[in-house]
């Protein structure tokens, strides 16, 4: 895991059919980086059930769905301060909802 305490859940689906949803998704506010050989080694692991046992554990997402009432919390703050050019990154151990208007791109 990065090293951080900073990031954002959501609730969600699984990726898989039939896309169950029981997941709390969390996405940390920093990257986790691999080497070649990582990803590699991640491409070939496979996943099945009894009628495909060694499929590829691979292409397993499904396109952006809509928001549908969801709430995006986080412990980020994203209010800038004044004088400041980045938002700052207090701790904080509530959540913030809906931040996700904040998020989307223009």
Request: with cysteine; glycine share 4%; proline share 8%.
């Amino acid at each position: 895991m990065p090293d951080t305490h900073f990031y954002m859940t959501y609730e969600g689906s699984t990726t898989m059919p039939g896309c169950y949803e029981t997941v709390t998704w969390i996405v940390m506010n920093k990257p986790i980086y691999i080497t070649k050989q990582q990803l590699f080694a991640l491409r070939r692991l496979m996943q099945g059930d009894e009628k495909n046992p060694k499929a590829p554990l691979a292409d397993n997402f499904r396109p952006i769905l809509e928001l549908n009432q969801r709430s995006i919390r986080t412990n980020i703050d994203f209010q800038r301060r004044p004088g400041s050019e980045c938002p700052s990154m207090q701790r904080r151990m509530s959540y913030q909802a809906n931040v996700f208007e904040t998020l989307k791109a223009p």
